[in-house]
């Protein structure tokens, strides 16, 4: 399960600010700050066989690391967004021919495997970000902070990406929210109910 609060960051001044921010830094692993770039393809069958499902299936190289995810089902409101989520890592030659079946095994392959079986997979949109992030540890929660900016690239058009995002790792989930309140309000951040890959099928002209 994947719970994270996502609030836009509309100037690049207020990133800044954010990520040298004292509280925030006292707070953090001063060993865990980096800065990641992300390169993220999402695929899909030609019938859209995944997002009928309202699922989500990502590969992204994490600077040399390569990572298939699934996500699926959940909820945002309020830019708090919850739902499912697998990872597993892949080597390279994956993308030459992606399947599910690296999360055979799952509840979610076993429901949705059988459909899924044989069909071929076809990149539907991409994504190249820049994440700069910590780890940030309250006492009573642990997550991690990080800054996106970057391009949804489709065949119909781009967008920009420049949000902020709270990850629960472990801990009070009320915890991790009330620091992003904190944030929020001292920065004048606007929550954001909508994922990347659903502000990428907007551009494609797609709505779930």
Known sequence: ME????FLVEESFTRDRILNDQHLLALADGESLQAITMKAIYLDTEDRKLLEK??????????ERLVATLKWGGDANNGL??????????????????????????????????AMENVK?????????????MHIDT????????????EIRTV????????????LYSGDQQDMMALGQEI?????????????YQR?????????
């Open 139 to 150: 006492g009573k929660s642990i997550s991690v902070l990080s800054y996106d900016e970057g």
């Open 81 to 114: 967004h919850t739902r499912g989520e697998l990872n597993a890592a892949v080597e390279e030659t994956f993308l030459e021919h992606p399947s599910l079946d690296i999360f055979r095994g799952s509840t979610i392959y076993e429901e949705i495997g059988p």
């Open 184 to 196: 929020a309000a001292k920065y004048n951040l606007k929550p954001e109910n909508k994922s990347k």
């Open 121 to 133: 997979l076809f990149p539907v949109m991409k994504m190249d970000f820049v994440r700069k992030q």
């Open 200 to 208: 990428g099928l907007e551009l494609l002209g797609i709505t779930e």
């Open 156 to 167: 119909r058009g781009a967008a920009p990406i420049s949000e902020l995002e709270i990850e």
């Open 54 to 63: 309202k699922i989500a299936f990502r590969v992204r190289f994490e600077d």
């Open 3 to 6: 719970i994270e609060l996502k």
